[in-house]
Protein backbone atom coordinates (compact mmCIF):
# COMPACT_ATOMS: atom_id res chain seq x y z
CA UNK A 1 0.00 0.00 0.00
CA UNK A 2 1.11 3.22 -0.90
CA UNK A 3 -1.33 5.63 0.62
CA UNK A 4 -4.92 5.76 2.52
CA UNK A 5 -6.64 8.09 3.80
CA UNK A 6 -8.51 6.96 6.87
CA UNK A 7 -11.86 8.62 7.56
CA UNK A 8 -10.66 12.42 6.31
CA UNK A 9 -13.29 15.50 6.54
CA UNK A 10 -12.21 18.44 5.20
CA UNK A 11 -14.34 21.85 4.63
CA UNK A 12 -14.26 25.11 3.80
CA UNK A 13 -16.34 27.33 5.12
CA UNK A 14 -19.52 26.49 6.18
CA UNK A 15 -19.67 23.58 3.22
CA UNK A 16 -17.94 19.91 3.67
CA UNK A 17 -16.16 18.77 1.02
CA UNK A 18 -15.20 15.32 2.16
CA UNK A 19 -17.10 13.90 5.25
CA UNK A 20 -15.30 10.66 7.13
CA UNK A 21 -13.91 9.87 3.34
CA UNK A 22 -11.22 6.62 3.04
CA UNK A 23 -9.06 5.99 0.24
CA UNK A 24 -6.35 3.01 -0.89
CA UNK A 25 -3.80 3.36 -3.68
CA UNK A 26 -1.84 0.44 -4.12
CA UNK A 27 1.44 0.31 -6.10
CA UNK A 28 1.47 0.81 -10.19
CA UNK A 29 -2.16 1.28 -9.38
CA UNK A 30 -3.72 3.84 -11.88
CA UNK A 31 -7.06 5.81 -10.15
CA UNK A 32 -9.06 7.69 -11.50
CA UNK A 33 -10.63 10.57 -9.38
CA UNK A 34 -14.21 11.65 -10.61
CA UNK A 35 -16.91 13.56 -9.90
CA UNK A 36 -18.84 16.88 -10.64
CA UNK A 37 -17.61 20.29 -10.75
CA UNK A 38 -17.34 21.99 -6.84
CA UNK A 39 -17.20 18.31 -5.52
CA UNK A 40 -13.52 18.81 -4.26
CA UNK A 41 -11.69 16.85 -6.83
CA UNK A 42 -8.85 18.95 -6.57
CA UNK A 43 -8.67 20.03 -3.37
CA UNK A 44 -8.38 15.98 -2.73
CA UNK A 45 -5.40 16.03 -4.29
CA UNK A 46 -3.93 18.89 -2.42
CA UNK A 47 -4.54 17.18 0.25
CA UNK A 48 -2.53 14.21 -0.86
CA UNK A 49 0.17 16.93 -1.74
CA UNK A 50 0.13 17.77 1.79
CA UNK A 51 -0.57 21.48 0.49
CA UNK A 52 -3.94 21.53 3.15
CA UNK A 53 -4.37 19.31 6.05
CA UNK A 54 -7.40 17.86 7.00
CA UNK A 55 -10.16 18.83 9.30
CA UNK A 56 -9.98 15.31 10.95
CA UNK A 57 -9.00 11.84 10.36
CA UNK A 58 -5.62 11.26 8.65
CA UNK A 59 -3.87 10.74 5.33
CA UNK A 60 -0.63 8.43 5.02
CA UNK A 61 1.81 7.96 2.94
CA UNK A 62 4.34 4.78 2.97
CA UNK A 63 7.45 5.92 4.44
CA UNK A 64 10.06 7.24 2.47
CA UNK A 65 7.26 6.64 -1.12
CA UNK A 66 8.30 9.93 -3.04
CA UNK A 67 5.37 11.95 -4.22
CA UNK A 68 5.14 14.25 -7.21
CA UNK A 69 2.67 16.62 -8.94
CA UNK A 70 1.96 17.38 -12.88
CA UNK A 71 1.03 20.81 -12.80
CA UNK A 72 -2.44 21.28 -14.44
CA UNK A 73 -1.45 24.90 -14.82
CA UNK A 74 1.29 25.20 -17.73
CA UNK A 75 2.79 28.60 -16.13
CA UNK A 76 3.27 27.01 -12.49
CA UNK A 77 6.64 27.85 -13.21
CA UNK A 78 8.94 30.44 -14.03
CA UNK A 79 10.78 30.65 -17.68
CA UNK A 80 14.20 28.89 -18.11
CA UNK A 81 16.06 26.71 -20.08
CA UNK A 82 14.19 23.26 -20.23
CA UNK A 83 17.04 21.61 -18.45
CA UNK A 84 16.93 23.82 -16.00
CA UNK A 85 13.03 23.15 -14.83
CA UNK A 86 13.49 19.38 -15.62
CA UNK A 87 16.18 19.53 -12.99
CA UNK A 88 13.93 20.98 -10.32
CA UNK A 89 11.97 18.03 -9.92
CA UNK A 90 14.70 16.64 -8.36
CA UNK A 91 14.49 16.19 -4.13
CA UNK A 92 16.28 18.98 -2.53
CA UNK A 93 19.67 18.66 -1.86
CA UNK A 94 20.26 16.10 -4.84
CA UNK A 95 23.49 18.01 -5.65
CA UNK A 96 24.97 18.36 -9.44
CA UNK A 97 27.52 15.10 -9.68
CA UNK A 98 27.22 13.14 -12.75
CA UNK A 99 24.59 11.13 -11.88
CA UNK A 100 22.45 13.63 -11.48
CA UNK A 101 23.17 15.37 -14.84
CA UNK A 102 22.90 11.82 -16.10
CA UNK A 103 19.15 11.69 -15.02
CA UNK A 104 18.25 14.64 -16.37
CA UNK A 105 19.44 13.96 -19.94
CA UNK A 106 18.04 10.58 -19.78
CA UNK A 107 14.65 12.15 -18.85
CA UNK A 108 15.27 14.71 -21.77
CA UNK A 109 15.88 11.87 -24.20
CA UNK A 110 13.45 9.98 -23.24
CA UNK A 111 10.70 12.94 -23.95
CA UNK A 112 12.20 14.00 -26.58
CA UNK A 113 13.20 17.52 -25.03
CA UNK A 114 15.98 19.78 -25.93
CA UNK A 115 17.24 20.91 -23.17
CA UNK A 116 18.89 24.28 -24.32
CA UNK A 117 15.35 25.11 -25.12
CA UNK A 118 13.80 28.02 -23.34
CA UNK A 119 10.02 27.22 -21.33
CA UNK A 120 8.26 30.18 -22.76
CA UNK A 121 9.09 29.42 -26.19
CA UNK A 122 7.45 26.23 -26.06
CA UNK A 123 3.78 25.02 -27.15
CA UNK A 124 1.44 24.12 -24.57
CA UNK A 125 2.20 20.34 -25.63
CA UNK A 126 5.50 20.82 -25.29
CA UNK A 127 5.24 22.74 -22.12
CA UNK A 128 3.22 19.69 -20.74
CA UNK A 129 6.00 17.32 -21.73
CA UNK A 130 8.80 19.44 -19.83
CA UNK A 131 6.55 19.66 -16.67
CA UNK A 132 6.04 15.73 -17.09
CA UNK A 133 9.71 15.47 -17.10
CA UNK A 134 9.88 17.36 -14.06
CA UNK A 135 7.58 15.26 -12.32
CA UNK A 136 9.03 11.84 -13.25
CA UNK A 137 12.47 12.88 -13.11
CA UNK A 138 12.70 12.35 -9.41
CA UNK A 139 11.67 8.91 -10.11
CA UNK A 140 7.86 9.46 -7.68
CA UNK A 141 6.19 6.18 -6.44
CA UNK A 142 2.98 7.97 -6.83
CA UNK A 143 2.20 10.90 -8.86
CA UNK A 144 -0.71 13.35 -9.05
CA UNK A 145 -2.35 14.90 -11.90
CA UNK A 146 -5.43 17.09 -12.18
CA UNK A 147 -6.52 17.50 -15.56
CA UNK A 148 -3.52 16.67 -17.53
CA UNK A 149 -5.42 16.98 -21.41
CA UNK A 150 -7.04 19.85 -20.98
CA UNK A 151 -5.98 22.27 -24.09
CA UNK A 152 -3.77 19.57 -25.87
CA UNK A 153 -4.55 18.30 -29.16
CA UNK A 154 -5.43 14.60 -29.44
CA UNK A 155 -1.58 13.75 -31.10
CA UNK A 156 -0.50 15.31 -27.51
CA UNK A 157 -3.23 13.41 -25.70
CA UNK A 158 -2.79 10.34 -27.26
CA UNK A 159 1.21 10.22 -26.56
CA UNK A 160 0.98 11.40 -23.03
CA UNK A 161 -1.29 8.56 -22.42
CA UNK A 162 1.80 6.31 -24.11
CA UNK A 163 4.35 7.84 -21.24
CA UNK A 164 1.81 7.63 -18.41
CA UNK A 165 1.26 3.51 -19.55
CA UNK A 166 5.01 3.14 -19.07
CA UNK A 167 5.55 4.91 -15.67
CA UNK A 168 6.42 2.13 -13.04
CA UNK A 169 4.77 4.02 -10.54
CA UNK A 170 1.09 4.17 -9.03
CA UNK A 171 -1.26 7.54 -10.57
CA UNK A 172 -3.54 9.40 -8.89
CA UNK A 173 -5.79 11.39 -11.39
CA UNK A 174 -8.67 14.04 -12.10
CA UNK A 175 -9.75 13.77 -15.50
CA UNK A 176 -12.90 14.18 -17.49
CA UNK A 177 -11.67 12.88 -20.40
CA UNK A 178 -13.37 9.42 -20.71
CA UNK A 179 -11.02 7.67 -23.13
CA UNK A 180 -8.13 8.91 -21.41
CA UNK A 181 -9.70 7.79 -18.70
CA UNK A 182 -10.45 3.93 -20.12
CA UNK A 183 -6.93 3.69 -21.57
CA UNK A 184 -5.44 4.29 -17.93
CA UNK A 185 -7.55 3.72 -15.19
CA UNK A 186 -7.17 0.41 -13.17
CA UNK A 187 -9.63 1.74 -11.09
CA UNK A 188 -12.08 4.68 -10.63
CA UNK A 189 -13.03 6.42 -7.43
CA UNK A 190 -15.85 8.77 -7.10
CA UNK A 191 -16.20 11.71 -4.57
CA UNK A 192 -20.22 11.63 -4.60
CA UNK A 193 -21.51 14.04 -1.28
CA UNK A 194 -18.43 14.52 0.46
CA UNK A 195 -17.63 10.36 0.49
CA UNK A 196 -15.43 8.51 -1.86
CA UNK A 197 -16.08 4.98 -3.35
CA UNK A 198 -14.40 2.64 -5.40
CA UNK A 199 -15.14 1.14 -8.59
CA UNK A 200 -12.81 -1.81 -10.46
CA UNK A 201 -12.08 -1.42 -14.20
CA UNK A 202 -11.94 1.63 -16.66
CA UNK A 203 -14.70 4.68 -17.03
CA UNK A 204 -17.25 2.64 -19.29
CA UNK A 205 -17.33 -0.43 -16.34
CA UNK A 206 -18.09 2.17 -13.66
CA UNK A 207 -20.86 4.05 -15.52
CA UNK A 208 -22.35 0.94 -15.44
CA UNK A 209 -21.85 -0.29 -11.97
CA UNK A 210 -22.97 3.73 -11.05
CA UNK A 211 -26.14 3.56 -12.93
CA UNK A 212 -27.56 0.35 -10.97
CA UNK A 213 -26.75 1.89 -7.95
CA UNK A 214 -27.77 5.23 -7.96
CA UNK A 215 -31.28 3.16 -9.17
CA UNK A 216 -31.10 1.08 -5.75
CA UNK A 217 -30.61 4.73 -3.68
CA UNK A 218 -33.32 6.19 -5.48
CA UNK A 219 -35.46 3.63 -4.66
CA UNK A 220 -34.54 2.86 -1.12
CA UNK A 221 -34.72 6.37 -0.17
CA UNK A 222 -38.54 6.84 -1.67
CA UNK A 223 -39.37 3.74 0.24
CA UNK A 224 -38.00 5.65 3.48
CA UNK A 225 -39.35 8.87 2.62
CA UNK A 226 -42.75 6.83 2.05
CA UNK A 227 -42.17 4.96 5.82
CA UNK A 228 -41.43 8.49 7.10
CA UNK A 229 -44.59 10.44 6.15
CA UNK A 230 -46.99 7.53 7.75
CA UNK A 231 -44.54 8.12 10.54
CA UNK A 232 -45.33 11.92 10.40
CA UNK A 233 -49.33 11.19 9.66
CA UNK A 234 -49.44 9.14 13.21
CA UNK A 235 -47.40 11.49 15.30
CA UNK A 236 -50.06 14.13 13.85
CA UNK A 237 -52.68 12.24 15.64
CA UNK A 238 -51.43 13.52 18.96
CA UNK A 239 -54.40 11.90 21.09
CA UNK A 240 -53.54 8.29 19.56
CA UNK A 241 -49.73 8.47 20.16
CA UNK A 242 -50.03 10.11 23.75
CA UNK A 243 -52.51 7.04 24.03
CA UNK A 244 -50.36 4.04 23.24
CA UNK A 245 -47.15 5.62 25.17
CA UNK A 246 -45.14 4.45 22.17
CA UNK A 247 -42.18 5.98 22.97
CA UNK A 248 -39.95 3.56 20.93
CA UNK A 249 -42.25 4.81 18.17
CA UNK A 250 -41.71 8.26 19.10
CA UNK A 251 -37.85 8.11 19.27
CA UNK A 252 -37.44 6.19 15.96
CA UNK A 253 -39.08 8.69 14.42
CA UNK A 254 -36.61 10.99 15.48
CA UNK A 255 -34.07 9.41 14.29
CA UNK A 256 -35.25 9.21 11.01
CA UNK A 257 -35.74 12.99 10.99
CA UNK A 258 -32.26 13.53 11.74
CA UNK A 259 -31.22 10.74 8.91
CA UNK A 260 -33.64 12.76 6.62
CA UNK A 261 -32.12 16.02 7.39
CA UNK A 262 -28.31 14.62 7.19
CA UNK A 263 -28.89 12.75 4.06
CA UNK A 264 -27.14 15.23 1.24
CA UNK A 265 -28.54 15.06 -2.54
CA UNK A 266 -26.62 14.71 -5.35
CA UNK A 267 -25.57 17.82 -6.84
CA UNK A 268 -28.23 19.22 -9.24
CA UNK A 269 -28.12 18.63 -13.20
CA UNK A 270 -27.25 20.74 -16.01
CA UNK A 271 -30.28 20.88 -17.72
CA UNK A 272 -30.55 22.74 -20.88
CA UNK A 273 -31.89 22.67 -24.96
CA UNK A 274 -30.94 24.65 -27.84
CA UNK A 275 -33.57 26.78 -29.49
CA UNK A 276 -33.33 25.89 -33.20
CA UNK A 277 -33.96 28.81 -35.77
CA UNK A 278 -35.77 28.45 -39.18
CA UNK A 279 -33.78 25.99 -41.73
CA UNK A 280 -30.83 27.92 -43.44
CA UNK A 281 -30.58 27.34 -47.44
CA UNK A 282 -29.46 23.91 -48.49
CA UNK A 283 -25.85 25.03 -49.33
CA UNK A 284 -24.19 26.58 -45.85
CA UNK A 285 -20.65 27.21 -47.02
CA UNK A 286 -18.92 26.51 -50.40
CA UNK A 287 -15.49 26.79 -50.86
CA UNK A 288 -13.20 27.02 -53.62
CA UNK A 289 -9.45 26.46 -53.33
CA UNK A 290 -9.65 28.93 -50.35
CA UNK A 291 -5.70 29.87 -49.04
CA UNK A 292 -5.06 31.97 -46.05
CA UNK A 293 -1.61 33.22 -45.11
CA UNK A 294 0.49 34.86 -42.81
CA UNK A 295 3.33 36.85 -42.74
CA UNK A 296 4.00 34.70 -46.31
CA UNK A 297 3.23 31.43 -44.45
CA UNK A 298 -0.04 29.45 -46.02
CA UNK A 299 -1.82 28.13 -42.84
CA UNK A 300 -5.00 26.98 -44.98
CA UNK A 301 -4.16 25.70 -48.68
CA UNK A 302 -6.00 24.95 -51.80
CA UNK A 303 -8.98 24.12 -49.37
CA UNK A 304 -12.67 22.82 -51.20
CA UNK A 305 -15.68 21.91 -50.03
CA UNK A 306 -18.99 21.85 -49.91
CA UNK A 307 -21.30 21.91 -46.55
CA UNK A 308 -24.81 21.18 -46.66
CA UNK A 309 -28.01 21.85 -44.23
CA UNK A 310 -27.62 19.41 -41.74
CA UNK A 311 -24.32 18.08 -41.97
CA UNK A 312 -22.24 17.29 -39.17
CA UNK A 313 -18.00 17.99 -39.23
CA UNK A 314 -15.82 17.71 -36.66
CA UNK A 315 -12.63 19.49 -37.22
CA UNK A 316 -9.32 17.96 -36.15
CA UNK A 317 -5.45 18.49 -35.79
CA UNK A 318 -2.46 19.70 -33.63
CA UNK A 319 -2.46 22.63 -32.11
CA UNK A 320 -1.08 25.15 -34.53
CA UNK A 321 -2.48 23.49 -37.29
CA UNK A 322 -5.05 26.27 -38.39
CA UNK A 323 -8.22 24.58 -36.68
CA UNK A 324 -9.79 27.71 -35.25
CA UNK A 325 -8.26 29.90 -38.55
CA UNK A 326 -10.53 27.79 -40.78
CA UNK A 327 -13.82 28.28 -38.86
CA UNK A 328 -12.74 31.90 -38.98
CA UNK A 329 -12.18 31.96 -42.69
CA UNK A 330 -15.68 29.55 -43.17
CA UNK A 331 -17.94 32.58 -41.02
CA UNK A 332 -16.09 35.30 -42.54
CA UNK A 333 -14.19 36.46 -40.17
CA UNK A 334 -10.91 35.99 -41.82
CA UNK A 335 -11.45 37.05 -45.71
CA UNK A 336 -9.23 34.19 -48.26
CA UNK A 337 -5.66 35.23 -49.32
CA UNK A 338 -6.50 33.72 -52.66
CA UNK A 339 -9.69 31.35 -53.60
CA UNK A 340 -13.01 31.88 -52.48
CA UNK A 341 -15.62 30.90 -49.53
CA UNK A 342 -19.35 31.41 -50.15
CA UNK A 343 -21.99 31.52 -47.30
CA UNK A 344 -25.59 30.35 -47.61
CA UNK A 345 -28.84 32.45 -46.66
CA UNK A 346 -30.61 32.69 -43.51
CA UNK A 347 -27.75 31.43 -41.25
CA UNK A 348 -28.66 32.11 -37.54
CA UNK A 349 -25.50 31.37 -35.77
CA UNK A 350 -24.07 30.26 -32.45
CA UNK A 351 -20.67 30.80 -31.61
CA UNK A 352 -18.60 28.83 -28.86
CA UNK A 353 -15.30 30.05 -29.08
CA UNK A 354 -12.55 29.01 -26.64
CA UNK A 355 -11.21 31.93 -25.40
CA UNK A 356 -14.91 32.79 -23.98
CA UNK A 357 -14.40 36.19 -25.79
CA UNK A 358 -17.87 36.99 -26.19
CA UNK A 359 -18.08 36.40 -22.29
CA UNK A 360 -17.89 39.80 -20.49
CA UNK A 361 -15.70 39.37 -17.18
CA UNK A 362 -16.63 42.93 -15.87
CA UNK A 363 -20.46 42.23 -16.62
CA UNK A 364 -22.51 39.90 -13.96
CA UNK A 365 -23.28 36.56 -14.18
CA UNK A 366 -27.06 37.85 -15.13
CA UNK A 367 -26.11 40.73 -17.37
CA UNK A 368 -24.14 37.92 -19.77
CA UNK A 369 -26.87 36.30 -20.75
CA UNK A 370 -29.65 39.05 -20.26
CA UNK A 371 -27.99 42.30 -21.12
CA UNK A 372 -29.89 44.02 -18.14
CA UNK A 373 -32.91 42.80 -18.81
CA UNK A 374 -35.36 40.43 -16.34
CA UNK A 375 -36.63 38.12 -19.05
CA UNK A 376 -34.97 35.53 -21.54
CA UNK A 377 -36.61 34.69 -24.62
CA UNK A 378 -36.21 31.42 -24.87
CA UNK A 379 -38.71 29.35 -27.83
CA UNK A 380 -41.19 32.58 -27.98
CA UNK A 381 -41.32 31.79 -24.09
CA UNK A 382 -39.90 34.53 -21.82
CA UNK A 383 -38.25 32.69 -18.76
CA UNK A 384 -36.82 34.98 -15.53
CA UNK A 385 -33.31 35.13 -15.98
CA UNK A 386 -32.70 33.49 -12.45
CA UNK A 387 -34.61 30.28 -13.67
CA UNK A 388 -33.06 30.04 -16.94
CA UNK A 389 -29.37 30.16 -15.27
CA UNK A 390 -30.89 27.54 -13.17
CA UNK A 391 -30.81 25.30 -15.66
CA UNK A 392 -26.77 25.86 -16.30
CA UNK A 393 -26.31 24.80 -12.13
CA UNK A 394 -26.33 28.91 -11.56
CA UNK A 395 -27.53 29.93 -7.85
CA UNK A 396 -29.49 32.47 -7.29
CA UNK A 397 -27.04 34.42 -4.92
CA UNK A 398 -24.70 33.97 -7.96
CA UNK A 399 -26.52 36.16 -10.40
CA UNK A 400 -24.92 39.82 -9.37
CA UNK A 401 -21.41 38.05 -9.62
CA UNK A 402 -19.06 39.22 -11.97
CA UNK A 403 -18.17 36.27 -14.01
CA UNK A 404 -14.72 36.95 -13.65
CA UNK A 405 -14.74 35.40 -10.39
CA UNK A 406 -15.91 32.33 -11.90
CA UNK A 407 -13.98 28.89 -12.05
CA UNK A 408 -13.13 27.65 -15.55
CA UNK A 409 -16.31 25.22 -15.86
CA UNK A 410 -18.57 27.77 -14.46
CA UNK A 411 -17.54 30.30 -17.28
CA UNK A 412 -18.11 27.79 -20.08
CA UNK A 413 -21.45 26.98 -18.65
CA UNK A 414 -22.23 30.51 -18.66
CA UNK A 415 -21.03 30.77 -22.27
CA UNK A 416 -23.53 27.87 -22.82
CA UNK A 417 -26.28 29.26 -21.44
CA UNK A 418 -25.66 32.78 -23.54
CA UNK A 419 -25.61 30.88 -26.71
CA UNK A 420 -28.36 28.68 -26.26
CA UNK A 421 -30.49 31.79 -25.12
CA UNK A 422 -30.83 32.39 -28.94
CA UNK A 423 -32.21 30.37 -31.91
CA UNK A 424 -29.23 28.94 -33.97
CA UNK A 425 -29.58 27.00 -37.41
CA UNK A 426 -25.67 26.92 -37.41
CA UNK A 427 -23.72 25.60 -33.97
CA UNK A 428 -20.24 26.33 -34.34
CA UNK A 429 -18.30 25.22 -31.40
CA UNK A 430 -14.47 25.68 -30.70
CA UNK A 431 -13.10 23.03 -27.70
CA UNK A 432 -16.05 23.40 -25.65
CA UNK A 433 -15.27 20.53 -23.20
CA UNK A 434 -12.21 21.91 -21.60
CA UNK A 435 -13.15 22.12 -17.51
CA UNK A 436 -16.56 20.73 -18.16
CA UNK A 437 -17.68 17.81 -15.76
CA UNK A 438 -18.87 14.62 -17.14
CA UNK A 439 -22.61 15.05 -16.40
CA UNK A 440 -22.28 18.56 -18.32
CA UNK A 441 -20.71 17.04 -21.31
CA UNK A 442 -22.59 14.12 -21.94
CA UNK A 443 -25.69 16.18 -21.60
CA UNK A 444 -23.86 18.68 -24.35
CA UNK A 445 -23.89 15.28 -26.36
CA UNK A 446 -27.57 14.57 -26.17
CA UNK A 447 -28.59 18.24 -27.13
CA UNK A 448 -25.79 18.79 -30.14
CA UNK A 449 -26.70 15.01 -31.24
CA UNK A 450 -30.97 15.97 -31.14
CA UNK A 451 -29.97 19.57 -32.86
CA UNK A 452 -31.07 19.16 -36.52
CA UNK A 453 -29.08 22.47 -38.14
CA UNK A 454 -25.46 22.07 -38.87
CA UNK A 455 -22.85 21.74 -36.75
CA UNK A 456 -18.82 22.46 -37.18
CA UNK A 457 -16.91 21.08 -33.88
CA UNK A 458 -13.16 21.48 -33.13
CA UNK A 459 -12.60 19.35 -30.34
CA UNK A 460 -9.63 17.07 -28.35
CA UNK A 461 -12.44 15.13 -26.87
CA UNK A 462 -12.24 12.06 -29.31
CA UNK A 463 -15.52 10.28 -27.49
CA UNK A 464 -17.14 13.61 -28.21
CA UNK A 465 -16.39 13.81 -31.76
CA UNK A 466 -17.10 10.31 -32.11
CA UNK A 467 -20.63 10.59 -30.49
CA UNK A 468 -21.66 14.17 -32.49
CA UNK A 469 -20.02 13.71 -35.64
CA UNK A 470 -20.33 12.26 -39.10
CA UNK A 471 -17.24 13.70 -41.15
CA UNK A 472 -13.94 15.59 -40.17
CA UNK A 473 -12.21 18.36 -41.83
CA UNK A 474 -8.79 16.77 -40.82
CA UNK A 475 -5.52 19.18 -40.73
CA UNK A 476 -2.17 17.43 -40.44
CA UNK A 477 -0.20 20.74 -40.24
CA UNK A 478 1.18 21.32 -43.67
CA UNK A 479 -1.86 23.75 -44.57
CA UNK A 480 -4.33 21.03 -46.56
CA UNK A 481 -7.30 20.22 -45.35
CA UNK A 482 -8.77 16.42 -45.66
CA UNK A 483 -12.45 15.56 -45.96
CA UNK A 484 -12.96 11.80 -44.76
CA UNK A 485 -16.53 10.27 -43.68
CA UNK A 486 -16.60 8.84 -40.23
CA UNK A 487 -16.06 9.43 -36.87
CA UNK A 488 -12.53 10.11 -34.60
CA UNK A 489 -12.13 6.37 -34.91
CA UNK A 490 -12.71 5.54 -37.88
CA UNK A 491 -9.95 8.31 -38.93
CA UNK A 492 -7.34 6.97 -36.24
CA UNK A 493 -8.00 3.40 -37.58
CA UNK A 494 -7.46 4.52 -41.40
CA UNK A 495 -4.74 6.96 -40.30
CA UNK A 496 -2.89 3.86 -38.69
CA UNK A 497 -3.28 1.64 -41.63
CA UNK A 498 -2.04 4.30 -43.66
CA UNK A 499 1.26 4.94 -41.34
CA UNK A 500 1.76 1.11 -41.55
CA UNK A 501 1.57 1.20 -44.66
CA UNK A 502 3.57 3.93 -45.65
CA UNK A 503 6.53 2.28 -43.12
CA UNK A 504 5.83 -1.17 -44.93
CA UNK A 505 6.74 0.56 -48.36
CA UNK A 506 9.53 2.23 -47.05
CA UNK A 507 10.89 -1.00 -45.42
CA UNK A 508 10.27 -2.99 -48.92
CA UNK A 509 11.76 -0.45 -51.00
CA UNK A 510 14.86 -0.33 -48.40
CA UNK A 511 15.49 -4.29 -48.86
CA UNK A 512 15.14 -3.71 -53.04
CA UNK A 513 18.05 -1.27 -52.67
CA UNK A 514 19.70 -3.87 -50.11
CA UNK A 515 19.25 -6.87 -52.77
CA UNK A 516 19.88 -4.82 -55.70
CA UNK A 517 23.53 -4.27 -54.18
CA UNK A 518 23.81 -7.58 -52.89
CA UNK A 519 24.85 -10.56 -55.15
CA UNK A 520 22.19 -13.41 -55.94
CA UNK A 521 21.69 -16.17 -53.16
CA UNK A 522 19.09 -19.14 -52.62
CA UNK A 523 16.49 -17.88 -50.94
CA UNK A 524 16.08 -19.51 -47.37
CA UNK A 525 12.83 -21.95 -46.95
CA UNK A 526 10.08 -20.66 -44.43
CA UNK A 527 10.57 -21.80 -41.08
CA UNK A 528 8.81 -25.34 -40.30
CA UNK A 529 6.42 -25.13 -37.19
CA UNK A 530 7.78 -27.49 -34.84
CA UNK A 531 5.62 -29.99 -32.32
CA UNK A 532 5.23 -29.11 -29.19
CA UNK A 533 6.68 -31.54 -26.41
CA UNK A 534 3.91 -33.71 -25.11
CA UNK A 535 4.59 -31.80 -21.70
CA UNK A 536 3.71 -28.46 -23.59
CA UNK A 537 0.85 -29.84 -25.61
CA UNK A 538 -1.00 -30.49 -22.76
CA UNK A 539 -0.50 -27.34 -21.17
CA UNK A 540 -1.85 -25.77 -24.41
CA UNK A 541 -4.96 -27.86 -24.34
CA UNK A 542 -5.45 -27.16 -20.50
CA UNK A 543 -4.86 -23.12 -21.17
CA UNK A 544 -8.75 -22.49 -22.38
CA UNK A 545 -10.63 -23.70 -19.63
CA UNK A 546 -8.03 -22.09 -17.45
CA UNK A 547 -8.13 -18.48 -19.08
CA UNK A 548 -12.39 -19.58 -18.54
CA UNK A 549 -11.84 -20.40 -15.22
CA UNK A 550 -9.67 -17.21 -14.34
CA UNK A 551 -12.47 -15.17 -16.19
CA UNK A 552 -15.35 -16.16 -14.33
CA UNK A 553 -13.36 -15.85 -10.96
CA UNK A 554 -12.83 -12.34 -11.72
CA UNK A 555 -16.23 -11.67 -13.27
CA UNK A 556 -17.47 -12.86 -9.69
CA UNK A 557 -15.07 -10.54 -7.89
CA UNK A 558 -16.16 -7.40 -9.45
CA UNK A 559 -19.83 -8.13 -8.90
CA UNK A 560 -18.80 -8.39 -5.10
CA UNK A 561 -16.81 -5.35 -5.20
CA UNK A 562 -18.75 -3.37 -6.94
CA UNK A 563 -21.76 -3.82 -4.17
CA UNK A 564 -21.50 -0.78 -1.94
CA UNK A 565 -22.48 -3.26 0.69
CA UNK A 566 -19.10 -4.97 0.33
CA UNK A 567 -17.03 -2.02 2.10
CA UNK A 568 -18.89 -2.08 4.76
CA UNK A 569 -17.25 -5.85 5.88
CA UNK A 570 -14.02 -5.75 8.02
CA UNK A 571 -11.30 -3.74 6.42
CA UNK A 572 -8.36 -6.44 6.59
CA UNK A 573 -11.11 -8.56 4.41
CA UNK A 574 -11.83 -5.56 2.14
CA UNK A 575 -7.63 -4.80 1.60
CA UNK A 576 -7.43 -8.43 0.62
CA UNK A 577 -10.17 -9.13 -1.66
CA UNK A 578 -9.31 -5.84 -3.79
CA UNK A 579 -5.47 -7.10 -3.60
CA UNK A 580 -6.98 -10.17 -5.54
CA UNK A 581 -8.33 -8.15 -8.46
CA UNK A 582 -5.08 -6.96 -10.00
CA UNK A 583 -3.63 -10.59 -9.18
CA UNK A 584 -6.27 -11.97 -11.35
CA UNK A 585 -6.07 -9.62 -14.15
CA UNK A 586 -2.37 -10.66 -14.18
CA UNK A 587 -3.29 -14.32 -14.08
CA UNK A 588 -5.03 -13.69 -16.85
CA UNK A 589 -3.25 -11.77 -18.90
CA UNK A 590 -0.32 -14.12 -18.42
CA UNK A 591 -2.46 -16.79 -19.36
CA UNK A 592 -3.47 -15.19 -22.80
CA UNK A 593 0.61 -14.81 -23.76
CA UNK A 594 1.26 -18.37 -22.58
CA UNK A 595 -1.53 -19.67 -24.74
CA UNK A 596 0.08 -17.44 -27.54
CA UNK A 597 3.63 -18.35 -26.86
CA UNK A 598 2.46 -21.96 -27.22
CA UNK A 599 0.25 -21.45 -30.48
CA UNK A 600 3.29 -19.84 -31.71
CA UNK A 601 5.63 -22.71 -31.17
CA UNK A 602 3.31 -25.17 -33.14
CA UNK A 603 0.49 -26.20 -30.52
CA UNK A 604 -2.63 -27.70 -32.02
CA UNK A 605 -6.10 -26.95 -30.58
Known sequence: MLLRLDA???????????????????????????????????????????????????????????????????????????????????????????????????????????????????????????????????????????????????????????????????????????????????????????????????????????????????????????????????????????????????????????????????????????????????????????????????????????????????????????????????????????????????????????????LDLAASVADNVNDGNTFVPIGGEDRHVSGYLRDFLFRPDQLRTPASALSGGERNRLLLARLFARPANLLVMDEPTNDLDIDTLELLEERIAAFEGTLLLVSHDRAFLDRVVTSLLVLEGDGRVQEFVGGWSDWRAWRDARDARDAGDARAAGAMTRRAAEPAADAPAAPQRRRLSYKDQREFDALPARIEELESAKAALDAQVADPAFYSQDRDRVRETLARVPQLTAEIDAAYARWAELEALGGKA
Not at 145 to 170: K, Q, S, Y
Not at 233 to 262: D, S, Y
Not at 270 to 283: P, R, Y
Request: glycine share 10%.
Open 8 to 358: VSLAFGSRPLLEQASLQVGERERVCLVGRNGEGKSSLLRLVAGAVAPDDGSVWLRPGAKLATLAQDLDAVHDGAVADIVRGGLPVGAGEGWETEHRVAAMLSRLGLDGGRRYAELSGGWRRRALLARALVGEPDILLLDEPTNHLDIGTIEWLEEALLGFRGALLLVSHDRAFVNRLATKVVELDRGRLSSWPGNYDDYVTRKALQLENEAKANAEFDRKLAEEEVWIRKGVEARRTRNEGRVRALQAMRRERRERRERIGQAEFALVEAAESAKCVFEAERAAVAFEGREVIRGFSARIQRGDRIGIVGPNGAGKSTLIRLLLGALEPTSGSVKRGARLETAYYDQQREQ
